[in-house]
Nanobody, 123 residues
């Protein structure tokens, strides 16, 4: 089992930055890929970014490319999502998820999810 807890959300003006953190418990954290997703009110949850177990490979949604950076520190069982040049359309509840099995980095199936952290970007 992996417990996942997100933090770092908040209210920021358009053009600003936030860094989200994802703290995970469990010995398997460093073995599997990790992803960030988001869900805006009235919309379906969407993929934002993913990082391989080693941190050596990353994958981004088009909306995140060039603005967001996903990283991880396996020694601390923590991952991060640095978000720059934020836009009002980035407003959403952001979730961190950990995969529980080996898969290609672009796969969307994740097994362990946090409760989310709210990001609100004002115009």
């Amino acid at each position: 089992q992996v417990q996942v807890v997100e933090s770092g959300g908040g209210l920021v003006q358009a053009g600003g930055s936030l860094r989200l953190s994802c703290a995970a418990s469990g010995r398997t954290f460093s073995r599997y890929d990790l992803g960030w997703f988001r869900q805006a009110p009235g919309k379906e949850r969407e993929f934002v970014a993913a990082i391989s177990w080693s941190g050596g490979n990353t994958y981004y949604a088009d909306s995140a490319k060039g603005r967001f950076t996903i990283t991880r520190d396996n020694a601390k069982n923590t991952a991060y999502l640095q978000m720059n040049s934020l836009k009002p359309e980035d407003t959403a509840l952001y979730y961190c998820a950990v995969r529980g099995e080996i898969a290609v980095l672009t796969a969307m199936k994740y097994d362990y999810w946090g409760q989310g952290t709210q990001v609100t970007v004002s115009s």
